[in-house]
């Protein structure tokens, strides 16, 4: 990793979200503006159910909006054919989620090597990255275990390891230590922090804490579906 990478710089115009459930339609975002340049670093706080994670999977193009558009680096992604928004998703940004969701028939290193897989890399330079970016995170005597046979707090590292691996411009995380006791979760949250400042990236993390929030040089909670600064 390096601090030379850039930052993905991030526009966000009208962004709304709309469920629809049978006759019920149910606003969660509604006309969301935001801006961040490369490098920016932000909390996300606010009451449950405001739609945190809907303007979060929405950024890290895991669901469309229903209006309103996403510029990443000036780029209008959902625009795109959906191949091409996929490779930059892999490319571009990693995610980190409240659970690890990491695949239990994989080892520590098997997860870490996916991102680079899919991107187009030969093993041997999935295995490179991944033992490297998993020594940063404290596990290198665990790359060899699968994820039942580790801790939270390790399972969480892994997931951050793997959202890191391809080097992403853009970090997203939800809730990533929510999950965990308070001791680890401040750990899991300091190595968060580092990594992301070595690598460089735009960085958005929601969160319930503000303890944690407190942290981060831009702070924003959003109430009945926008923003406002704290």
Known sequence: MSSANRGVGVEV?????????GRERIEVLTGVDLDLAPGDRVAVVGPSGSGKSTFLHTLGLLDAPS????????????ALPHSRRSRIRNRKVGFVFQSHHLL????????????????????TVAKARATA?????????????????????????????????????????DEPTGNLDPNTALGVFDLMLQLNEQL????????HSMELADRFPRRLILEDGRFREM
């Open 13 to 21: 115009r009208g962004l709304a979200r709309v469920h629809v459930k």
């Open 67 to 78: 209006e309103g558009t996403v510029r990443l680096d000036g780029e209008d992604v959902f």
């Open 104 to 123: 239990p028939e994989h080892t520590a290193l098997g997860n870490v090597m996916i991102p680079v897989r899919l991107g187009g890399g030969s093993a």
């Open 133 to 173: 970016l998993l020594g940063a995170v404290g596990l290198s005597h665990r790359l060899d275990h699968r994820p039942g046979e580790l801790s939270g707090g390790e399972q969480q590292r892994v997931a951050l390891a793997r959202a890191l691996v391809m080097g992403p411009g853009l970090v997203l995380a």
């Open 200 to 207: 460089g990236s735009t960085m958005v993390v929601v969160t």
